[in-house]
Nanobody, 125 residues
Framework: QVQLVESGGGSVQAGGTLRLSCAASGYTFSRKCVGWFRQAPGKEREGVAVLRSTGSTNYVDSVKGRFTISRDNVKNILYLQMNSLKPEDNAMYYC???????????????????WGKGTLVTISS
């Protein structure tokens, strides 16, 4: 059974940084499409970043140049480094993973099958 557990959320001031982590059991991040999405109160879920098994990445326009998705293949942890945080980044952040190597791997995260329970990010202005 696949389990994804996020951590690293918190409350920071605008301009600050946070690094989110996602640990997996029953799943290897390096082999398939993985990513992060977020959902703010009253808003639709939004894909933030994806990381392919090849190492290529895609980001939603609003976080390009500020967020970096990466993984530690030894520790099997997925990260989201978030710099220059803005109030509009306020959201619950979730990691996601695909079950199939053939799954589509875009920032829409439509190919994801597994989700964590999320970690809350709060940005104060």
């Amino acid at each position: 059974q696949v389990q994804l557990v996020e951590s690293g959320g918190g409350s920071v001031q605008a301009g600050g940084t946070l690094r989110l982590s996602c640990a997996a059991s029953g799943y290897t991040f390096s082999r398939k499409c993985v990513g992060w999405f977020r959902q703010a109160p009253g808003k639709e879920r939004e894909g933030v970043a994806v990381l392919r098994s090849t190492g290529s990445t895609n980001y939603v326009d609003s976080v390009k140049g500020r967020f970096t998705i990466s993984r530690d293949n030894v520790k099997n942890i997925l990260y989201l480094q978030m710099n220059s945080l803005k109030p509009e980044d306020n959201a619950m952040y979730y990691c996601a993973a695909a079950a199939s190597i053939a799954a589509p791997c875009g920032v829409s995260l439509s190919g994801m099958d597994y989700w964590g329970k999320g970690t809350l990010v709060t940005i104060s202005s």
